[in-house]
């Protein structure tokens, strides 16, 4: 279409000029290219859009609307260019989910995709399952740059095995550095880690993050199916206690499941393509239906069998207004003294007489007060 339109749109500059320019055809005999640059600065540029506005451009919309576009050339959109062009003001948070499957022998991996790739290094909420840490293991040894890290390595007492498990989980600090443990449990069958965020910056119809991230084991046929049940029952448990305690808040629940019979009620789950094999055992569930409608699978770290997910938000805030400020009196005790005084001072006979009928005794006793009040109880905008 351009190498189509490129020569029809020469031969129409030349033709406008012929018409335009005084000379005509004749100035065009002996003409270098100096002199053809003179002729093209010497048009009326505003003739040639009254043109391109009366005449083609109506044409080409009766034609096609589509062909006029509205946003400039070369303009992307969509949910993954409007979350990197945030700033990390993001309404939620991207996350990287994945089965690591001992970390602590791929940090450098991860140290490279943190910094050599896009998606790794614009997500806000890093979540690794199986980290295999052990407390000898300190977290001096595990530490990102630009993240803090919260850690729940397996209890060899409460979980009975001495290795696997963990739960590894790294918030970026531009997005948050206000962040709160809040739960963190071990025992045979699964592993919880509960951290609270309140990010710098966050809509106004949540106070505060709380990523609930969480591992089950799987133990082949010596599960119990009651076990299982159980184990998903205290879960939601968990979910439920933090929905009551903390009732504004936005809860990501997340992790390794293992086919876990997990039910939430009110949740949805947001990973929509296998994690391992064609099995979908990493998830994230929300309460906000469409929070996370863009999922991309990444490659594994290392030699672990599951694929790393990356979920990208597309909620939008429900509230975009600008605050609102209101004016609120200072009544402090000296203010309050004086407002008193101000009263005690005043001579009320002179204010009404008995000629006055009650309605314009009232409005002089009102606007005095009210002129006392402004003139002693200072106003604040908040």
């Not at 005509?24 to 100096?34: H, I, P, Q, R, W």
């Not at 391109?52 to 959109?77: F, H, M, V």
Request: glycine share 4%; hydrophobic share 30%; aromatic share 8%.
């Amino acid at each position: 279409m351009a190498q189509v339109l490129q020569p029809l749109f020469i031969l129409l500059l030349l033709i406008i000029t012929l018409i335009c320019h005084p000379k005509g055809v004749k100035s065009l005999e002996y003409a270098d290219y100096n002199s053809i640059v003179d002729i093209k600065n010497s048009l009326n540029q505003d003739y040639i859009k009254d043109i391109w506005n009366t005449q083609y451009k109506q044409q080409i919309k009766e034609i096609d609307p589509g062909l006029l576009r509205s946003r400039k050339r070369g303009k992307r959109a969509g949910v993954r260019v409007r979350h990197s062009t945030c700033n990390s003001k993001v309404p939620l948070p991207a996350i990287v989910l994945t089965n690591a499957q001992s970390v602590y022998r791929k940090l450098d991996e991860l140290h490279g995709l943190l910094k050599t790739k896009r998606l790794h290094n614009q997500s806000q909420i890093i979540c690794i399952t199986e980290s295999w840490l052990k407390p000898e293991i300190t977290k001096s040894k595990t530490e990102l740059e630009g993240y803090d890290q919260f850690r729940n390595d397996r209890d060899v007492e409460a979980s009975g095995k001495s290795q696997g498990g963990g739960i590894l989980v790294y918030i970026d600090r531009k997005w948050a550095t206000n962040n709160q443990v809040l739960f963190n449990h071990t025992d045979k069958h699964c592993e919880i880690l509960t951290v609270k965020s309140r990010p710098h910056w966050l809509p106004r119809e949540f106070t505060s993050i709380i990523s609930i991230s969480c591992y089950t084991p799987f133990t082949g046929q010596s599960r119990l199916k009651q076990d299982a049940t159980n184990t998903a029952k205290f879960i939601s448990s968990h979910v439920q206690q933090m929905e009551t305690k903390y009732p504004n808040s936005c809860i990501l629940v997340m992790g390794d499941f293992n086919q876990l019979p997990l039910r939430l009620s009110g949740y949805y789950q947001t990973v929509t393509k296998p994690t391992r094999g064609l099995k979908t055992l990493d998830k994230c569930y929300t309460r906000i239906k469409g929070a996370y409608s863009h999922c991309n699978q990444l490659a594994q770290l290392g030699d672990s069998d599951h694929h790393a997910m990356h979920l990208i938000p597309s909620y939008k805030p429900l509230s975009k207004s600008k605050p609102t400020y209101i004016n609120r009196r200072i009544y402090s005790d000296e203010n309050c003294d004086n407002l008193k005084a101000c009263f005690d001072t005043t001579e009320w006979d002179n204010l009404i007489t008995d000629d006055d009928d009650i309605d314009t005794k009232a409005d002089v006793i009102t606007d005095y007060v009210k002129f006392c009040t402004d003139l002693c109880i200072p106003v604040k905008i908040v």
